[in-house]
T-cell receptor
Framework: KQEVTQIPAALSVPEGENLVLNCSFT??????LQWFRQDPGKGLTSLLL?????REQTSGRLNASLDKSSGRSTLYIAASQPGDSATYLC????????FGAGTRLTVKP | EAQVTQNPRYLITVTGKKLTVTCSQN?????MSWYRQDPGLGLRQIYY???????DKGDVPEGYKVSRKEKRNFPLILESPSPNQTSLYFC?????????????FGPGTRLTVL
């Protein structure tokens, strides 16, 4: 059974800092990995989807990488802003979808 | 606008009173699913549907029912709600018949069972 772990559980950084969020999974037989953002009390917004054949995807200040062999993905956020404060979830897509518990990010002005 | 909608967004009910949470998508997606999100447990899949009239259990199906009579709708039914079903519920849809394409989520339904 696939297990997805996100470390750290919470992260607080000053505005402008570059940061990395980590996601690890136990079974490397995945199709894709998706990163989401969730604001308090709100739904999930898809940020990036990495196909299993890809190693990274970029969207604006976000860059996500995937290393299937080591069971890891990272989400890099450049020049963080207070508006980036949210919980970030990674989800591993195989025969079903497994979510990590999320990293709660706070970017202080 | 492509979207997944859920209703109601908030619901407070009492133990044993049947309720239905509706989910609808306008993207002609085949795959739809329901999740619940609980503190410390993350998102867990309740049921999913690969197409009309095809549904299957996820990780935590006990106490829930679903139906898929039309492609766009996938209601979640709680026949006899209990307090342990108090949670935040999300509906999601995906193009194709599996979960391995990009998933689109609804805004969530916060359910409280007293």
């Amino acid at each position: 059974k696939q297990e997805v772990t996100q470390i750290p559980a919470a992260l607080s950084v000053p505005e402008g800092e570059n940061l990395v969020l980590n996601c690890s999974f136990t079974d490397s037989a995945i199709y894709n990995l998706q990163w989401f953002r969730q604001d308090p009390g709100k739904g999930l917004t898809s940020l990036l989807l990495i196909q299993s054949s890809q190693r990274e995807q970029t969207s604006g200040r976000l860059n996500a990488s995937l290393d299937k062999s080591s069971g890891r993905s990272t989400l890099y956020i450049a020049a963080s802003q207070p508006g980036d404060s949210a919980t970030y979830l990674c989800a591993v897509l195989s025969n079903d979808m497994r979510f990590g518990a999320g990293t709660r990010l706070t970017v202080k002005p | 606008e492509a979207q997944v909608t859920q209703n109601p967004r908030y619901l407070i009910t009492v133990t044993g009173k049947k309720l239905t949470v509706t989910c609808s998508q306008n993207m002609n997606h085949e795959y739809m699913s329901w999740y619940r999100q609980d503190p410390g447990l993350g998102l867990r899949q309740i049921y999913y549907s690969m197409n009309v009239e095809v549904t299957d259990k996820g990780d935590v199906p006990e106490g829930y029912k679903v139906s898929r009579k039309e492609k766009r709708n996938f209601p979640l039914i709680l026949e006899s709600p209990s307090p342990n079903q108090t949670s935040l519920y999300f509906c999601a849809s995906t193009k194709g018949q599996s979960s391995y394409n990009e998933q689109f989520f609804g805004p969530g339904t916060r359910l409280t069972v007293l």
